[in-house]
Each structure stands twice: as structure tokens, then as C-alpha cells.
């Protein structure tokens, strides 16, 4: 059979794809930018190398997304790399969102590596509100990056008030009269998210007092001296919160286990009483059950006055235990 050829397109209609645009938000008033890309790409990364003199280690840390917190101090910008937790509805779990920053004196840069609402938010604001894009641009690029790191701390207390209305039902539900099992595996969970948020921030407490040295000539106003100083205040909230939430959370562990320790000996009490009980019991059958001739063999008051003993050898032992509080 002959082979069927598919006809060839001339070379005039064969078309490259066309390349992607980069996803780049900008706001600009008074001399200063603000760009806002979310999630780069290699198009985002090239328009930064096009756009930007910047020094090619920092946008390979921009790529590679697993950069601890850190301040890069140049003589015409900073380069920072922040963390803050971001809630996963899908796995329900919490992890760091790493914030890529340049910031120069006529520039702002925000590079979150997953969509940020807080960020996302002010940039709409800004965008939406002239009046208050001119009265933040006019103070330069410090104070528009304090805003934004402002917006990003306060977007981290609504997740440690949810973790403490966990640990409040926690609490809740340990006491009740029966349990449900499932209370050890939100105890896991709740501690799980505490490491997590420990994990994001512990690194970047002490990046923040170097920013606040390494960044004078652009965060020069002593009114955004104060601004920041506020911001450490924050992160040393965040972080006595956690400490307490961390005492808290295992405070709760070992209470539970004292708690089920102790339901199983309450258990192990009433079993053991319960044998010891019905001991007499089994002593008197067996002892009659032997295959030899024993007294009052084959006469039925005998298995009444038996049966009559051996009742009142169980209340008396019932009495006992009930007088020493083991029932």
C-alpha cells in the first residue's frame, strides 16, 4: 500500500511561538516604583536582568527559592529574603513563603514566591487610591517596604489565634467524660504547626535588626527608625507567642497521656477486682467438681447452702473493695 504524506506548510506560514510576557505590576508616583511579581518565572527573571544591574548570585537566589532569611547589602540596593508562614487549605498545613526583595532609593522590588494576600492587597489599595499612593511614594522606598513588611506581620497573628482556639478545644475535649481518641492526632497536628512556625521564624528575628543597621541610607528618617523598631516588636510578640503556645501544646501532650494512663488503670483496677471476686468462687466449683466422693455428695440442700456461701463470699468481698474505694 503507498504511504499517504501529509503535505508540507510553506516556510513563510511556519510561526515560532511567541514569547511570554513577563507578569510584572507597577506602580509608580513621585519618583519611586514599586514592582510586584508573584510567583517568577524564567520571563520574570530575564525582564529583572534587562531592567536591573543587580549582581547574578542574588537573582539565582530569586530562582532557586530555598534561601534563608539573609540581607545582602550593595552600595546602590539591598537584597532581602524573608519568610512567613502561609496557610495551605489543600493539606491543611502550614509552610514558609519566601519574600524576595530588592530596594533601592527610586525603587521597591516585591518577589513572593507564592501569591501573598497581604502584599496582594496593599499593592491593589495603592492602586485603587491615588491620594494615598502619593503620600506613601513621597516617603520614599523605606517607608513603602515598611508597610508592606507591616501588612506581612499582621497577616501572622490571625494564624497563632487560630492555633490557640485549637489548643482551647484541645483542652476542652481532654476533660470530657468519654474522649474521643482522635484528640491525640489534633495535639500532633497542632504541634506540627507550632515546629513549622518556629522553623519560619526563629531564622529571621535577627534579620531584621540588620536590615535596620545595613539599611541607613534608605531608612535614614528617625520617624522610620521607630517604624521598624516597631516591626522587631512584632517578631518578638510572634515569637513569645510561640514559646507559649509550645509550653502549652506540651503541657496538653503530657496531660493526655497522664489522662489515658490513667483510664487504663481504672480498667486494670476493676478487672483485677472483679477476678479477685469470683476467686472464691472458682476455688468452691472446683473443689466439688473433683472426680472423688466428697461431703454431702449427691444431697440438695447442700448445693443451696453452696450457692448461699459462695454469694455471700462475693458481697462481702464487693463490700470490702467498696469500703476501700477500689470501685
Known amino acids: 500500500m503507498p504511504r499517504i504524506r501529509r503535505p508540507r506548510l510553506p516556510a513563510a506560514s511556519v510561526t515560532a511561538p511567541a514569547a511570554l510576557e513577563p507578569r510584572v505590576s507597577v506602580l509608580e508616583q513621585s519618583g519611586l516604583r514599586w514592582i510586584q511579581i508573584e510567583s517568577p518565572g524564567p520571563a520574570e527573571i530575564a525582564w529583572l536582568e534587562e531592567e536591573f544591574s543587580f549582581h547574578e548570585l542574588d537573582l539565582e537566589d530569586v530562582r532557586s527559592r530555598r534561601q534563608r532569611p539573609k540581607v545582602d547589602d550593595y552600595q546602590d540596593y539591598l537584597f532581602l529574603v524573608l519568610h ?54 513621597v516617603k520614599g522606598s523605606g517607608f513603602l517596604f515598611y508597610e508592606v513588611l507591616d501588612s506581612l506581620y499582621g497577616y501572622c497573628f490571625p494564624i497563632l489565634d487560630q492555633i490557640g482556639r485549637k489548643l482551647e478545644e484541645i483542652e476542652d475535649r481532654m476533660f470530657e467524660r468519654d474522649p474521643d481518641e482522635s484528640i491525640v492526632r489534633q495535639i500532633s497536628n497542632v504541634k506540627q504547626e507550632i515546629i513549622s512556625y518556629r522553623k519560619i521564624t526563629k531564622p529571621q528575628r535577627p534579620v531584621l535588626r540588620q536590615l535596620e543597621r545595613a539599611g541607613e541610607r534608605f ?18 510578640r510572634i515569637w513569645d507567642l510561640l514559646e507559649n503556645y509550645k509550653e502549652v501544646v506540651e503541657a496538653l501532650e503530657t496531660t493526655n497521656e497522664t489522662a489515658i494512663s490513667h483510664r487504663q488503670n481504672r480498667v486494670l483496677r476493676v478487672l483485677t477486682v472483679l477476678t479477685v471476686v469470683f476467686l472464691p468462687v472458682t476455688f468452691m466449683t472446683n473443689l466439688f467438681g473433683m472426680n472423688v466422693p466428697v461431703p454431702f455428695d449427691h444431697t440438695v440442700g447442700a448445693f443451696f447452702a453452696i450457692a448461699g456461701v459462695l454469694v455471700a463470699a462475693v458481697l462481702v468481698l464487693l463490700g470490702v473493695f467498696r469500703w476501700f474505694r477500689w470501685l
Open 84 to 137: 512567613f508562614p502561609w496557610y495551605d487549605k489543600a493539606s491543611g498545613r502550614l509552610f514558609p513563603a519566601e519574600v524576595n526583595v530588592f530596594i533601592g532609593r527610586d525603587f521597591l522590588i516585591t518577589i513572593p514566591n507564592v501569591p501573598l494576600k497581604p502584599v496582594r492587597n496593599v499593592f491593589r489599595r495603592l492602586e485603587a487610591n491615588e491620594e494615598e499612593r502619593a503620600e506613601w511614594f
Open 219 to 236: 531608612l535614614a528618617s528617625e520617624d522610620l527608625d521607630i517604624y521598624y523598631d516597631d516591626l522587631i516588636d512584632s517578631a518578638e
